[in-house]
């Protein structure tokens, strides 16, 4: 490597996750009673663009600051270490990563529609209170939340947190259930029972590109790709359900996005299947990256398994050698973590997933 100073081989490990997620609902608390006051001053009917804007940026320095936390503490830094290094020339499985979630987030968004549809189905039988929507009006503030905020804060910060620090901690135990066990907290985190299945979707996959390319900004990317087409498609709608209640547009575009989603996915998974097969069979080339070209050649053709040439991608250098030098620079042994203790990490863990749990209860029953 060229640079071993920005690279710390020191990871997290499940006590570090599981205190890490305790942290995220103590800060979530904190923003919440911050924003009781405020709200209160809010006329009935009033434009929450505003203050859901200051509510997105308030959340992001929180994560930001659960994050620097724990890398503080634990001595780990959450981008670069462990085993996981951003790197440049990857520009490659960051775009195809985009491309899968582009692809899942249109083809599952029916799925999510469907949970959140039953879940309202049961609150009705169960007689609880109609959800309310926040009012919004069509300005500047919408756009910059809509279009700047909600895609690129979370995709960075959440990341950091969520991939950076949880899903590496819980890989003490394996990379699968670090994966969904790091998904079920993502899900968790998002307070939104109605769009709780699909958030665990995004989070099993955004971690298994994480595990996969050991690079936490392929899964900012996807994250970022999840959210901006969530966002534009609130907009795209809006315009085809504004056309004089003309249900053609609305066809037209669910039919042209559909289909997009569809080649999207494809060409994701044959590329992502395809780089696994090849880090497998060499796994010293398990940190490089294969050209864009030969998944569109490879859907035609049908030759998933057939070899192609690698390219160098900043791979780190061989195995234990990043190791070495950083007990080298720090004056010997006992400067890495060990494994945190099973009792411990579960114990904090549970508490962490009981506030989650009571968010989640009360959010079901009061419709929020």
Not at 121 to 128: A, I
Not at 214 to 224: C, E, P, Q, S, T
């Amino acid at each position: 490597m060229k640079d071993m100073k920005r690279y710390n081989p020191n990871t997290f490990n499940a006590l570090h996750a599981a205190t890490a997620y305790l942290l995220f609902w103590a800060m979530m608390f904190g923003v919440s009673m911050l924003f009781v006051p405020i709200m209160e001053h809010v006329s009935p009917g009033a434009d929450l663009s505003p203050y859901l804007c200051l509510e997105s940026v308030l959340i992001a320095a929180g994560l930001a600051l659960v994050t620097a936390i724990m890398a503080l503490a634990a001595k780990v830094n959450p981008v670069n270490g462990g085993g996981f290094l951003s790197r440049k020339g990857c520009g490659v499985e960051m775009l195809m990563a985009a491309v899968l979630i582009f692809g899942m987030a249109i083809l599952f968004s029916p799925l999510a529609e469907s949970f959140a549809e039953t879940i309202e189905e049961l609150r009705t039988l169960l007689r609880l209170p109609a959800r309310t929507e926040p009012s919004i009006e069509y300005g500047g503030w919408f756009l910059l939340y809509y279009l700047i905020l909600v895609p690129v804060l979370p995709a960075i910060f959440e990341e950091l947190l969520f991939r950076g620090v949880i899903l590496k901690g819980f890989m003490q135990f394996g990379k699968m259930p670090a994966v969904i066990l790091s998904a079920l907290l993502f899900a968790l985190a998002h307070g939104s029972y109605q769009q709780f299945i699909y958030q665990f979707l995004v989070g099993l996959v955004i971690g298994a590109l994480v595990v996969e390319t050991k690079n936490i900004v392929v899964g900012m990317v996807a994250h970022f790709a999840n959210n901006f087409f969530a966002s534009w498609s609130v907009l795209v709608y809006g315009f085809a359900l504004g056309r004089n209640g003309e249900e053609i547009y609305v066809s037209i575009i669910s039919i042209m996005t559909f289909l997009l989603g569809t080649v999207c996915l494809i060409a994701g998974l044959v590329y992502f299947v395809k780089r696994m097969f090849h880090s497998q069979k060499y796994p010293e080339r398990a940190r490089g990256d294969i050209a864009a070209t030969f998944v569109v050649h490879d859907m035609v053709s049908g030759t998933l398994l057939e070899e192609r040439p690698w390219y160098s991608c900043g791979a780190l250098t061989e195995k234990h050698a990043e190791q070495r030098c950083y007990l080298a620079e720090n004056n010997g042994r006992g400067k890495l973590n060990r494994k945190a203790g099973i009792f411990p990490a579960v114990l904090v863990l549970a508490i962490g997933l009981a506030a989650a749990l009571f968010v989640a209860i009360g959010a079901f029953i009061g419709g929020v």
